[in-house]
């Protein structure tokens, strides 16, 4: 007897199994991993920005090793050049030829941490990166591996040492998050369980690579409505015409909303987008990108104020009514 398997089942039972893994090691932020995970099977790529100390590197540790895949870590520094990200041609005396030596950045999760301590010369080698999935150098193209995910975390910009991410830098991050501080059973529990033992050490993968690019292809084929693209449409619209926003978003961060929501209903269990798919979403792939202004007065990226305007807009707005 053959039985046959529903995907979007199988993909709900995976996606709740590697959910789990990572909530075992960042406990009481639920909402922060189901993001990241939203992200990871989007095809995307994640910011988290708050203080220091409140767990954005363990998050990204931990999502990363709860995957079978390969990992690696760049801690930004203000002396960090391109080169030490992407990787540099080194002349071999022996074959005669310059040779490509891959940096960190050829890796299926690459931990960006603290990537605003870095110039902006040494952020922009990311840029190539993180949209076409390959680095070039000296005229040869190197593809990344696939999947291909930058989880990286910043400090707040108003922070000692810290340089402001570029507008087409923080454009290709799919979603930014804030991790927030502990709930107080969270915290206690920390204090209970971590003083001399670091959870990650027993974590052992849930899913590999390949699952996870079988994950983002499935999540590619779920059914979005025209009117659900259609309200995608006109709420980046709104943000391009709102008063109080100087700069609003790009079509790309439409298509990283669309994507978003996607993944978002898969995981839910559906193959099919709803508006609440999208609203959940808005602030997270879109408040990161706004620069909030007049057209000729004083302008910020305040994620804040940016929430606020996208409140605002949300309301405004109205949702497909049957989609």
Do not use: W
């Amino acid at each position: 007897m053959t039985t046959h398997t529903d995907p979007a089942a199988a993909l709900f039972d995976l996606v709740t199994k590697y959910r789990e893994a990572v909530e075992s090691v960042v406990v009481g932020k639920s909402e922060q991993v189901r993001l990241a995970v939203t992200v990871l099977l989007a095809g995307g790529h994640l910011l988290v920005e708050d203080v220091p100390g409140v767990g954005k590197t363990m998050l990204a540790k931990t999502l990363a090793r709860a995957m079978d895949s390969k990992v690696n870590r760049i801690q930004f520094t203000p002396d960090m050049l391109p080169s030490d990200v992407t990787g540099v041609a080194i002349f071999d005396q022996r074959s005669n030829e310059f040779e490509f030596q891959p940096g960190p950045v050829f890796a299926n999760i690459v931990i960006g941490d603290e990537i605003n301590r870095a110039s902006p010369k040494t952020q922009s080698a990311l840029l190539e990166c993180m949209e076409e999935r390959q680095v070039s150098v000296d005229g040869t193209t190197h593809r990344l591996p696939d999947p291909f995910t930058v989880f990286a975390t910043q400090n707040p910009s108003e922070m000692e040492g810290t340089y402001p991410l570029p507008e087409a830098q923080r454009d290709r991050f799919m979603a930014r998050m804030s991790m927030g501080y502990p709930a107080r059973d969270a915290e206690l529990s920390m204090l209970d369980h971590r003083d001399s033992v670091d959870p990650l050490t027993a974590l052992k993968p849930v899913v590999s690579a390949a699952q996870v690019r079988a994950m983002i292809a499935q999540v590619q084929e779920v059914f979005v409505a025209p009117s659900v693209k259609q309200y995608i449409v006109d709420l980046a619209r709104a943000t391009r015409e709102h008063e109080a926003v100087r700069v609003g978003v790009s079509p790309r961060a439409s298509l990283h909303l669309l994507r978003a929501a996607k993944s978002a209903a898969a995981i839910a269990g559906r193959g099919y987008v709803v508006p609440d798919d999208v609203r959940r979403l808005l602030v997270p792939v879109f408040a990161h990108r706004l620069v909030i202004g007049s057209r000729a007065g004083r302008q910020s990226s305040s994620t804040a104020e940016a929430a606020r305007v996208l409140g605002q807009i949300a309301e405004q707005v109205p949702a497909p009514t049957g989609a």
